[in-house]
C-alpha cells in the first residue's frame, strides 16, 4: 500500500473551512485515496473516498490532484463537532476479498471557537 | 444512514468471566468485522465474517471466538477475560465484494477486566 503524510495537527475557526491535506506520492493507478476520521472514545468514521475525480458528499469534499500524489480533504463549515483525527488511507478498493482498515498517525483537527 | 450498534458502551468484568460483545448492523451488509484499538497499536483486526455462520481469523484471533447466527448480527466472545484484553472494542460492517473499505463502525465497547 501507498505510504501517506500528514500534518499531525492542525487548528481551524468554527464555520471556515477546514483543508486537511495528504500527500501520497507513491499511490498506484488502482489506488483510491479514503478518508476516516475518529472523534476521541467513538469509533471510526468514514468520510469518503476518490480515485481522481473530485469528489463531495453531505460531511466533505475530496481534491485529489492532477498527479494523484497528494489530496485535500474539506470541511466546508467547521464545527465544534469536527474536532476529531482525521486518517488518510491509500488502499486498493477493489481486492476481490476481504480489507481490514488500518490507520496511519493522521491529523488531529482542533476547531476553536 | 447506515448503523451499527454495539451492546455496551462500558464493561466491567472479572478475570476468567465469559464476556459477550454483541453487533448489529441494520444494512444487510455481508462483511461484518471485529477490531480492537490500543494506544499506540491503532486498530487490529481480530476477525471477520463474510456470510452467516462464515468466519475468519484476523490478526489476532488467541482468546477470541465469534458467532454469527443471523446476518445482522456479529457476536464477539472472550471465553476466559484476561487483564490483557482490557481495550476498546469496535465493530464494522461493509458490503460484499466492492466497496470492502468502506467500513462503518459502532460507537465502540471499552472492556476493562480486572
Known amino acids: 500500500d501507498a505510504k501517506t503524510t500528514q500534518p499531525p495537527s492542525m487548528d481551524c475557526a468554527e464555520g471556515r473551512a477546514a483543508n486537511l491535506p495528504c500527500n501520497h506520492s507513491t499511490i498506484s493507478g488502482n489506488e483510491y485515496v479514503y478518508w476516516y476520521r475518529q472523534i476521541h472514545s467513538q469509533g471510526p468514521q468514514y468520510i469518503i473516498h476518490g480515485l481522481k475525480n473530485n469528489e463531495t458528499n453531505e460531511m466533505a469534499s475530496l481534491i485529489i490532484t492532477e498527479d494523484r500524489k497528494s489530496s485535500t480533504l474539506i470541511l466546508p463549515h467547521a464545527t465544534l463537532r469536527d474536532t476529531a483525527v482525521y486518517y488518510c488511507?491509500?488502499?486498493?478498493?477493489?481486492?476481490?476479498?476481504?480489507?481490514?482498515?488500518?490507520f496511519g498517525i493522521g491529523t488531529k483537527l482542533q476547531v476553536i471557537p | 444512514d447506515v448503523k451499527v450498534t454495539q451492546s455496551s458502551r462500558y464493561l466491567v468484568k472479572r478475570t476468567g468471566e465469559k464476556v459477550f460483545l454483541e453487533c448489529v448492523q441494520d444494512?444487510?451488509?455481508?462483511?461484518m468485522f471485529w477490531y480492537r484499538q490500543d494506544p499506540g497499536l491503532g486498530l487490529r483486526l481480530i476477525y471477520f465474517?463474510?456470510?452467516?455462520?462464515?468466519?475468519e481469523k484476523g490478526d489476532i484471533p488467541e482468546g477470541y471466538s465469534v458467532s454469527r447466527e443471523k446476518k445482522e448480527r456479529f457476536s464477539l466472545i472472550l471465553e476466559s477475560a484476561s487483564t490483557n484484553q482490557t481495550s476498546m472494542y469496535l465493530c464494522a460492517s461493509t458490503r460484499r465484494p466492492d466497496r470492502s473499505y468502506e467500513q462503518y463502525f459502532g460507537p465502540g465497547t471499552r472492556l476493562t477486566v480486572t
Open positions: 488511507i491509500v488502499r486498493v478498493a477493489h481486492s476481490g476479498g476481504y480489507q481490514k482498515v488500518t
Open positions: 465474517s463474510y456470510d452467516v455462520k462464515m468466519k
Open positions: 444494512m444487510d451488509h455481508e462483511n
